[in-house]
């Protein structure tokens, strides 16, 4: 009551002291930072770069703002520094090398806390919340396990081959729906047989909101998190957030229920069920302890959809347009199908180590073109640091920008001409031995590019990736020619806006190359159907 009252005594100057003292030490603290932080364009006051940063392909502009401020600049959205990482060495000493300091993520309020209530590992915080997800996910994707799923991957590469067969001019539908069954066979043991199956429809339709949440400047709880605790019934907005996180999570609990139904079954008969991540858990989850509610449990298959099969198909997408557009690849990898394989049988998994372009031009694709073109979901930092002088403070974002760190040409040179050689292990094993400066160093990556992220939080699908990328490009590389159509002008940086990128739409020609190819193929497509009888497929 007395300070109350001592208060309301102030003469009107001392209020407007007050009320400009605020922001002023507000400003003066952000300048502080701001000296100290890698360099960058000039911010606004309490605005940043808001007016800087371009509404279409921001990772041109930050490679572009890379030459000018150097490969780790920052840039301010609102009050929020963002760091952006722009050469692979740099990446790999923060994130990987310091990773303890860098493995969380922003705080993605609208989407991670209200929207799925911190039940996706893919924007939660690091922490142990976070360990025991992602542990679990390990388990699904270790060496053995990984084994299990390439009979069901190969089998899908063959019905992908028949299906272009039959339908060249949809290849980028049917390229989805291969990616799309190989994602469901691997978390819950079902196939995806059409696009319009509606646990399909159902992802998409989840994706698309929990995108729309992203968008800056939509929520002000993103600047003002305490927003997040009004009751619902005075903030519709959150109210209609969490109906939506409720019929998410209802569908990816009722997903759950199928493979338990699945394991009952198969158990009073006396059979098996196909290996997925869900049976795996289920069954850990009987054996020991595992601390997560069934909502949260059940996000851990549903994380897989929206992770790994836009990714997986967005790249191959990118391996037509690398195809059409540098015909002498089509020619070296049909060179080497031809002597290694023939035409009177067609790639397998087992044909991999005798198929170093193929591999190559895999890896290519990845780095010519990164799906996740700003290394996927930020990094955040969660202590202070300092990095050759500057100063990180705790709670920066760090965008690893995966667009200028491929495109790099210290690392690659002339880096927008797709040449898989880059790749072969004699070309990789060189590169390591002679170090020099804009003329092909290193990457110091294992797998010589950065698509896949970096440190504790690397995608941990990349095996699974690597593996649908192989056996389906072996297969198609085999079977057809993938040709540019007459009169259409290729732009190889025509492609989509958004998290993940892949090329704008294009047409081209794919046509068998001989009668023996097509026999072939029909005859895998029979063999195929009686792998994919066990997964049994979500209808429509
Ligand atoms: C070509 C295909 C793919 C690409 C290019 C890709 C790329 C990425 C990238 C860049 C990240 C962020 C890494 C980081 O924060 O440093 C990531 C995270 C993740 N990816 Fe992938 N990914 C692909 C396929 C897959 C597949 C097939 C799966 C699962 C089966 C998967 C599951 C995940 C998950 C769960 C995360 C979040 C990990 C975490 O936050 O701890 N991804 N991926």
Redesign the pocket.
Known sequence: MAITSAFASWPPYAWLSLILVIPVVTLLHDIWVWMRMPPGPTPLPFVGNKFQLPQKSPWIQFQDWSKKYGPIFTIWIGRKPTIVLSDPVIAQEL?EKRSTKYSS?PRMVAMGEILWDGAS??V?PYGKQ?STR?KL?HQA?TPKALKMYKPAQTAEASRLCQHLLDRPADWEKLLERYTSSI?FS?AYGHRIDSLNAEVIRDRFKFMTYAASLNVPGRYMVESWPFLKYIPDVLAPWKADIKAHGREEATANMALVDVVRSDLARARTRGDDIPDSLCKLLLELREKEHIPLSDRDFSYIPA??FG???D??AS?LCSAFLALVTHPDTLAAAHAELDSVIGPSRSPTFDDEPHLPYIRALAKEV?RWR???VL???P?ASTEDDHYEGYYIPSGTTIL?N?WAINLNEEYYPNPHHFDPTRFLDSAMAERAKNLTPLSGRAHPAKAGHS????????????D??AN??FIALAKILWAFDVAPRKGVVYDTFKYTEGFNIRPQKFECDITIRSEAHREVLLRDSKEAEGVLEKFTPFGE
């Open positions: 994130l993520r590992i893919l939660q976070w992602r996910l994707m994602v691997v994380s897989l992770a790994g099969s990714t997986t790249t990845l990164p799906v996740a290394g996927g979901t990094h690893g995966s698509s896949f992220g970096w440190g504790r939080r690397i995608c941990p699908g990349a699974l990736a649908s990328l």
